[in-house]
């Protein structure tokens, strides 16, 4: 293994470089940082569902057990989706953005038919986090934090 050199300041010969750990925000901008926040808390919360209609089946209160299975499973299938598109924006992948804003757009239109149906916070909530995530991911600073990486050719 090869050490890097370096004069040190005085010019008095060299020395081996050390590495310095760069603050979270000295790499990625600090929008990136509030969407890898805000994906991660929507994956927590379709966790959450998952479970809560898995013990609805479970304790019997389902009327349709094989649809909330269903649902369960969905719910669990579009959090893991979210946990690993937060960590490939964390990373810096282009490919993260697409399942990311695309989920995003769904969530949306659903919480503004549910506005438009029975107004209730729960869908305010939805709304406001879909349209931040969205509009964080679409910052010059969150695209440029994705797209200096390469994908490897498929």
Known sequence: MQVRCSPTPDGDGPHPRVPRLLAVT??????????????????????????????????????????????????????????LAARGLWRGKRWARSPV??????LVVLSIGW???????????VLVVAV????GL???SAVAATARHQDPPA
């Not at 804003?101 to 769904?106: A, D, N, S, V």
């Not at 506005?115 to 909530?125: C, Y």
């Open 26 to 83: 000295d790499r990625r901008p600090p929008v990136l940082l509030v969407v890898c926040l805000l994906v991660t808390v929507e994956a927590a919360a379709f966790v959450g569902l998952g479970v809560a209609w898995t013990a609805d089946v479970v304790r019997g209160a389902a009327t349709m057990p094989g649809a909330s299975l269903f649902l369960a499973a969905f719910g669990v299938g579009v959090a893991l989706l979210l946990l």
């Open 101 to 106: 804003i695309m989920w995003q757009i769904l």
């Open 115 to 125: 506005l438009t149906v029975e107004p209730t916070a729960w869908a305010g909530v």
């Open 132 to 135: 931040l995530i969205g509009v």
């Open 138 to 140: 679409l910052l010059p």
